[in-house]
């Protein structure tokens, strides 16, 4: 686990009493509204299918860009919400991590129908937000006997396992909480200079939206789509 990761895990408490509301009912809240739509943002599914045609059928490039348009957004989200330091976190913090979910639940959802999956089917929304935890958090939850399985052996289980609807948001829910609590420990620097915030959360947002877009591309084989 890199250094600031393990920071954040040590200062999330602190972020978990700004933000009380980040729960597993709040992820499967980000998650259905990133499938379906929300404010200018089309639903995942439409937002493939646009991708797609501009990319003339190319489904690897089409997410390619999926993934490059959804780490602009995440880094300009990132900016935005931290470019205030520590006077604002109140009101920051639970707004980035908000923003930071739609996001990135959007990205996989829109490759993972773009590779063929029913975002309708528990399964593989179960397997979006397995995704979100990147790939060496989702190996150590597969050792520790926590997952029975990568995102792929989720969205093609034989059936649907209800148990893991609330493990895997709340396990969302705690990751979103120690990314941002380790952006704001990085952050604390920017106090006096607060454009430093915005820098730190632009990049850390962005590159972890990449990280993931990345482990979704390889992780979901294509299957036949509809």
């Not at 609807?165 to 380790?182: C, S």
């Not at 704001?184 to 454009?195: H, K, L, N, S």
Request: proline content about 4%; some cysteine; charged content about 25%.
């Amino acid at each position: 686990m890199s250094l600031s990761k393990r920071l954040g895990r040590s200062f999330a408490p602190k972020i978990t009493q700004l933000a009380p509301n980040v729960t597993a009912g709040f992820v499967h809240q980000a998650l259905d509204r990133a499938i379906r739509g929300v404010g200018p943002l089309d639903g995942a599914a439409l937002a493939a299918e646009k991708q797609l045609d501009e990319q003339k059928g190319d489904v690897d490039k089409a997410i390619h860009a999926v993934i490059e348009n959804h780490v602009r957004l995440a880094g300009a989200q990132g900016f935005l919400t931290n470019i205030g330091g520590l006077v604002t976190m109140a009101v920051t913090v639970p707004t980035n991590i908000t923003g930071l979910a739609m996001i990135q639940c959007r990205m996989v959802a829109v490759i993972v129908h773009l590779r063929g999956y029913d975002l309708d089917d528990r399964r593989t929304r179960n397997a979006i937000l397995a995704s979100l935890l990147g790939e060496e958090r989702v190996l150590a939850l597969v050792r520790r006997k926590k997952l029975p399985g990568t995102p792929m052996a989720l969205a093609t289980a034989p059936v649907h396992d209800p148990h893991l609807d609330n493990i895997m948001a709340n396990e969302v829910a705690a990751e979103l909480v120690t990314k941002v609590a380790g952006k704001r420990i990085a952050t604390t620097v920017g106090r006096r200079v607060p454009v430093v915030g915005g820098l730190v959360g632009m990049g850390a947002d962005g590159y972890s939206t990449w990280q993931i877009g990345r482990y979704v591309d390889r992780e979901f084989l294509p299957r036949k789509r509809r």
